[in-house]
Structure formats: structure tokens, C-alpha cells
């Protein structure tokens, strides 16, 4: 199981940017593919974006052009970078690790976007 600790959200005015990290308790280069999925409130959990081991990136098409996901394989970190945020871009962000069909996730963390 891989344990995923996240950092970087706070509260941000509309149009601003935050960078989201998320640390990963083993090697992350072998094989996983990263992502972020994030949980508005009163909503199910949504996808974000992920990173594949080989760096092919994929995201939804809510964010395309304002986050870029990256990573950082010697130091087991994912980041995304998040521009331009909007009102509904506030929401639990949750990093995720996925390997032969295994899902782990971190526990979260909290980005608000409101003047």
C-alpha cells in the first residue's frame, strides 16, 4: 500500500493559483500511474487529471489549460498546478496512485476559491 500525503491548498481569490503536492511513501517510478481527483461539496468525487509513468497527461476537460499536472519521480512527488481558479474549482483535492488495478489515496486536501 502506498501512503499519499498531500499539501498545498488554502484559500485563493478567484483568478489566483495554487500548487497542490502530493508525497508518496515508496518509489513512484516503477509503474504507477498519478492523479488527482477532487469532491465539491454535495458532489460525487470527479477526475482531474493524471500523469502516466512514462509522463503522458490526461485531464478533464473542466481544467484543461488552467492545471498542469507534473511529477517528480526521485522525490516520490506529484504536483499540480493550478491557475486561473474559478469558484468551482473549491473542493477536496485527493491524490491517487494507481498499479495493477489498485487504487490508494491520500486523504486530502482543502482548496477554497471565493473573493
Known amino acids: 500500500q502506498v501512503q499519499l500525503v498531500e499539501s498545498g491548498g488554502g484559500l485563493v481569490q478567484p483568478g489566483g493559483s495554487l500548487r497542490l503536492s502530493c508525497v508518496a511513501s515508496?518509489?513512484?517510478?516503477?509503474?504507477?500511474?498519478m492523479g488527482w481527483y477532487r469532491r465539491a461539496p454535495g458532489k460525487q468525487r470527479e477526475f482531474v487529471a493524471t500523469i502516466g509513468s512514462g509522463g503522458l497527461t490526461n485531464y478533464a476537460d473542466s481544467v484543461k489549460g488552467r492545471f498542469t499536472i507534473s511529477r517528480e519521480n526521485a522525490k516520490n512527488t506529484v504536483y499540480l498546478q493550478m491557475n486561473s481558479l474559478k469558484a468551482e474549482d473549491t473542493a477536496v483535492y485527493y491524490c491517487?496512485?494507481?498499479?495493477?488495478?489498485?487504487?490508494?489515496w491520500g486523504q486530502g486536501t482543502q482548496v477554497t476559491v471565493s473573493s
Open positions: 491517487n496512485a494507481y498499479r495493477w488495478s489498485r487504487d490508494d
Open positions: 515508496t518509489s513512484i517510478f516503477s509503474g504507477y500511474r
